[in-house]
C-alpha cells in the first residue's frame, strides 16, 4: 500500500511539473486561474497508466437485511479449466464500524476496491472490502507463461443471492493470433469492457492462462472465524 501511494505522490508532483509552462515556472507567476493547476480524470488516467497501475470500484451495496459472509476468493485457470482456488480474505455483511464517538452502527457491504500495479511477471494489489482489506498482496505468474498478463473487469449482476459466487476482476494472458492475411503473429487482449459474468465471451476460450478474483456469498457462522475454513 506504502509503495503504490509513494507511486501516486511521484506521479502528480511529475504531472504538476510537466504540466507548468517553462516561462512561467522560470518567471514565479501564478497564473489566474487556479484551475490551470488541476489534474482532470483523463490526466489522472494517463498517469496511472504510465505507472502500469490501475484501480477498480465494484459497487456492490449488498443490503441491509441479508446478513451474510464475503469471501474474496482467487481463481486459476489454464484455458477453461480451473486448477486452482482459495480465499484470500474475508468479512461479513454486515459489519460494525466506530465514529469518532465511539458510537457503533451496522453498515452492509457497498463495495469493493481493487488497486493493481503490474509488474511484467507479477502483481501488486491492494484489495478493499467496505472498511477492510488487505494491502500488498502479491500475485505471481509462473515463468511457463510466457504471454503478458492484463486486467478486466466483470459485469455486475442485477442482484445478489446466499451462495452466489460474484467475479469481480480478471488478470489474464494475451494470446497469440494471426493477422487476417496469415503472414503475421500478434498478441490480443480483445475483449468487452466489462466481462459477462459466466464467462460466455469467447475470448474465454482464447486465453491460454488467466486469474479470476470474486466474492462468494455465504451464510452466517456463529463463533467460528471465517476465515478458519478453507471450504466455500
Same mark, same amino acid.
Given at each position: 500500500?506504502?509503495?503504490? &501511494?509513494? %507511486? #501516486?505522490?511521484?506521479?502528480? !508532483?511529475? =504531472?504538476? +511539473?510537466?504540466?507548468?509552462? $517553462? ?24 498517469? &496511472?497508466? %504510465? #505507472?502500469?497501475?490501475?484501480? !477498480?470500484? =465494484?459497487? +456492490?451495496?449488498?443490503?441491509? $437485511? ?106 489474464g494472458s494475451f494470446w497469440n493470433a494471426t493477422s487476417i492475411d496469415g503472414t503475421m503473429m ?33 451464510e452466517p457462522r456463529k463463533e467460528e472465524n471465517i476465515l478458519s475454513n478453507s471450504n466455500y
Amino acid at each position: 500500500m506504502k509503495s503504490m &501511494l509513494k %507511486l #501516486l505522490r511521484v506521479a502528480l !508532483f511529475l =504531472f504538476g +511539473v510537466l504540466i507548468i509552462p $517553462d516561462k512561467i515556472r522560470a518567471q514565479n507567476v501564478e497564473p489566474p486561474d487556479p484551475s490551470f493547476y488541476s489534474v482532470s480524470q483523463e490526466d489522472f488516467r494517463a498517469i &496511472l497508466s %504510465l #505507472l502500469k497501475l490501475e484501480m !477498480f470500484k =465494484f459497487n +456492490v451495496d449488498f443490503p441491509i $437485511d441479508m446478513k451474510c459472509e464475503a469471501y474474496l476468493y482467487q481463481q486459476e485457470y489454464v484455458e477453461r479449466t480451473l486448477i486452482q482456488e482459495k480465499i484470500i480474505w474475508g468479512t461479513r455483511s454486515p459489519y460494525t464500524v466506530f465514529d469518532k464517538n465511539g458510537d457503533s452502527s451496522e453498515q452492509p457491504l457497498a463495495n469493493v476496491k481493487m488497486f493493481v500495479k503490474n509488474n511484467t511477471r507479477s502483481f501488486s494489489l491492494v484489495i478493499r472490502m467496505g472498511e477492510f482489506g488487505i494491502d500488498g498482496y502479491e500475485l505471481k505468474i509462473d515463468s511457463v507463461y510466457k504471454n503478458p498478463h492484463a486486467c478486466k473487469p466483470f459485469k455486475l449482476p442485477e442482484e445478489y443471492k446466499i451462495g452466489s459466487k460474484i467475479p469481480l476482476l480478471l488478470i489474464g494472458s494475451f494470446w497469440n493470433a494471426t493477422s487476417i492475411d496469415g503472414t503475421m503473429m500478434a498478441q490480443k487482449f480483445c475483449m468487452e469492457n466489462e466481462l459477462p459474468g459466466d464467462f460466455s465471451n469467447p475470448t474465454f476460450d482464447k486465453m491460454p492462462h488467466y486469474f479470476v478474483f470474486g466474492i462468494a456469498i455465504k451464510e452466517p457462522r456463529k463463533e467460528e472465524n471465517i476465515l478458519s475454513n478453507s471450504n466455500y
